[in-house]
């Protein structure tokens, strides 16, 4: 077995700094020698910079800013900039000033950690390659393949956020004193980027041999792929707005023939070379630390010593965490579980049962969401394993369906979280998605084991998406059906073509890669955001009726509209329709009516039979003047990528943080639509 390799921190050589990434001090000369003249030393400084990117195991995963799930708590974190508040100044956390949370955070704003930790590679690569090191000749090639890969890693994530940045690739004092931060155009990033990944696969070994979590050449060629796709995307490589910038590379097709490329070459390393496979079950790529699927994870050891806490499990703490929750899936995000026969539940022959609606379901909406009478297995603190139903659900009793057509009125609550069990769940449903039933877990445990930073999964989806770019619709169906036919998943062979293959495409991405951070970038770099983003949050209403021995579920949960009163999963007492289709909701007109473009068919769906009060702010997209006003049944969600101007909406990037902006004096351009 391979050895693992465990993340380390270097001390001194790392402390934090709460100044710009330009106001910092460089290591004095006795330490820089001593330092990068040894194999252990230098191999410290590198391990501590592998966290330039934390990993999403806390609470305000990114998925809560999208429409994947919600952050009850997250009022600091992940509310403001669901709703669509988010601005240049509450972007900032309050070790920097700002008003944003420092550890319940998304993660989204990763300005000033990442050119930390740029500074600090700047200053290894420069020692390394001008001054000489007597490191071991493969010690030090690997270290330095290892921080040109992590240099392209950060810079990745810098302008999947922000478009183009500042390019910096030697430590500051070497640039003079007249050095203005000024961010370069978006290609030039890219190119930047590219750059240093070719330096990286130059030096670094190969997977064989390399110990688990330390980058090799592979990893390379999986970040060449993501990133060659972010560069082709529409939001980056817009053919109605052709001309390149900071915000926006230069439109060309190539793109798509070079994210084709890219994405051939990792996946040949599975499908040519047999390095990698598809794990056998969906959960093994996190329940495995040796999974044949992962190309880089970041691996964890269980100990209460850690500084991690499992807080994406809240919700599934009831037995013992206090019953706290920070990830609820939305409604929107399991409307788009297909069920097993590959049919979404609003088309004809789906068999959907709005009396069962979980039931029929695509086998990852069983790994990835609990609900109402799901069985919850756990374990305890003395290792003890058990299992209990999930009652999410509201008790009537005394009371069954007909009591309803006879004129009873449904119960009436007036606080949002008495519609849950133990007020401990707003959502109705829990995530289950990197829960591991056989480990304990608490507020200081942590119960993971891996977080894979690129698996083949992502690299198939990445294939497909690319070769339906570049007219290789066969190939797309090949990927794609890779994928669906997973063994312990199996759905239906994907057999369209055109705009309808397209749709797959997309959906495929949403469900294979739920909850893993992608969604809330690929709304975005699809310019899909406008229709999904603005669905409001949902939550599933269950209500257990019992009368003498007879015992009936109702469940009030997205539905596709109209459904005569009579076929409601969940009663209107005493009503022959419905009216708030739309509310207002922080200054904001929602609507819960929405129509889903779907292989060529519009859809109705119908959100005002869930709960709706699961959140104190509900979801907001908001464009330039924050005044789209959704009327009902106007909302439409399309994956065929808009028309608009990105410049208009200013959640398509997200703020530079307004204090670097201000130490430059304005040298550092905003991105557009945070200045009103």
Known sequence: MKKIFYILATLSLLTACNDGFLDKK???????????????????????????????????NTGCISDEGFFRYGGTSTRYIADGSMTPSNIVDQNH??????????????????????????????????????????????????????????YTNLIQRYGGVVLVDKPHEDLGAEFNEQRADFDDCVQFIKDDLDAAYSLLPEKTGTAQGRVHKDCVLALRCRLTLIAASPLFNDPNFPTGGVFRGTYSKDKWEEAYKAAKAI????????????????????TDGNSPEIIWGKYFVQSSGQPHKAQLFYSLMDFGGGGWESFNPTQAMWLDYEMKNGKKIFEEGSGYDPLQPFKNRDPRFEHCIIYPGKIYKWTDKNGGANETPLNLYLLYENTEVSDFDKG???????????????????????????????????????????????RLGEMYLNMAEAAFQTGREGECRTYLNKVRGRADVMMPEVTESGDALWDEVVNERRIELAFESFRY????????????????????????????????????????APLA????????????????YIQKNNGNDVAYIVNYVWKGKTYTVDYGECCLTISPTQKWFPNKGRNIKPQSGSLTCSNKPGVENPE?????????????????????????????
């Open 408 to 454: 009873k009125k449904e119960p009436v609550t007036s606080k949002k979280a008495s519609d849950q069990i133990d007020l401990t769940n707003t959502g109705g449903s829990g995530l289950t998605k990197w829960y591991m039933p056989n480990k304990y877990i608490s507020e200081s445990l942590i119960g993971n084991v891996v977080y894979p930073w690129f």
């Open 521 to 560: 970038f690929d709304t975005r770099r699809l310019k899909i955001a406008t229709g999904y983003e603005n669905v409001p949050f949902a939550g599933t209403r269950t209500m257990r009726l019992e009368k003498g021995s007879k015992v009936e579920t109702l469940y009030r949960c997205v539905q596709p």
């Open 565 to 580: 009163n009579k076929n409601r999963n969940y009663y209107w007492a005493n009503t022959s329709e419905r009216e708030g």
């Open 267 to 286: 996946c040949d390393r599975a499908d040519v070379d047999g390095a990698y496979s598809l794990d056998d079950t969906y959960d093994g790529f996190w």
């Open 26 to 60: 460089p290591l004095d000369k006795l330490s820089e020698e001593a330092v990068f003249n040894s194999d252990a030393l230098a191999e410290s400084y590198i391990n501590a910079i592998y966290t330039v990117l934390p990993d999403p195991f806390t609470e305000g």
């Open 648 to 676: 208009d909406y200013p959640n398509y990037l997200m703020p530079i943080p307004q204090p670097e902006i201000d130490k430059t004096q304005g040298t550092l351009v905003q991105n557009p639509g945070y200045v009103y």
């Open 97 to 154: 000033g700002g008003p944003a949370h420092p550890t319940r955070t998304t993660f989204l704003n990763i300005w000033d950690r990442a050119y930390e930790y740029i500074y600090r590679l700047n200053y290894f690569i420069r020692f390394v390659n001008e001054k000489g090191s007597s490191m071991t000749e493969a010690a030090k090639d690997r270290l330095l393949g290892e921080a040109y890969f992590l240099r392209a890693w950060a």
